[in-house]
């Protein structure tokens, strides 16, 4: 294979391990647990709320007991990385999930630690790790807005700032 040839291949294969990433999303928020089940090797392994390995358990834990935890949820994925070795990849991926649980807005963040696999000319998940840093009832989440300040890091003054915007 040619330096083009295995410039290209690495190309395709982070395009490939991004759509993977995001069909990730789409097929969880859409609750379809079959196609996510599928994303992963047979012997694919989940830790996330709950540690599942093999591609039916995965399928089981999602259907049976993810379906129930939410009335709904949403996944926002960022600032992704990818190491490739051939047939095999890493990386981690920064996630915000939103989600309503008995009538309650919640917001999250953390990440997601990846083993990617090519099977069959296929990237799959070997294995999908997510760590969370918060989850808490949107009602006491963020609020307000950040000081703004000047170079120096002292407060900006909001009537300089206001002036600043409508230039």
Request: glycine content about 8%.
């Amino acid at each position: 294979m040619s330096d083009f040839e295995q410039r290209l291949r690495r190309i395709e294969d982070r395009q490939a391990i991004a759509e993977l990433r995001a069909h990730y999303c789409h097929v969880l928020d859409d609750r379809n647990w079959e196609q996510l089940a599928q994303l992963f090797t047979e012997d694919g392994e989940f830790q996330g709320l709950a540690h599942v390995i093999g591609r039916d358990a995965i399928l089981r834990f999602f259907r049976d007991t993810v379906s129930g935890i939410a009335e709904g949820f949403w996944h926002f994925c960022t600032n992704a990385t990818v190491s490739l070795d051939g047939d095999r990849a890493t990386g981690r991926i920064s996630m915000q999930y939103l989600s309503v649980k008995k009538g309650v807005s919640y917001v999250s963040a953390g990440h997601y630690d990846d083993e990617l696999t090519r099977e069959g000319g296929i990237w799959r998940f070997r294995k999908r790790k997510i760590t969370f840093y918060y989850f808490a009832p949107l009602s006491e989440g963020f609020t307000g807005r950040p000081t703004y300040i000047t170079p120096e890091g002292k407060p900006l003054d909001p009537a300089l700032l206001a002036a600043e915007v409508t230039r």
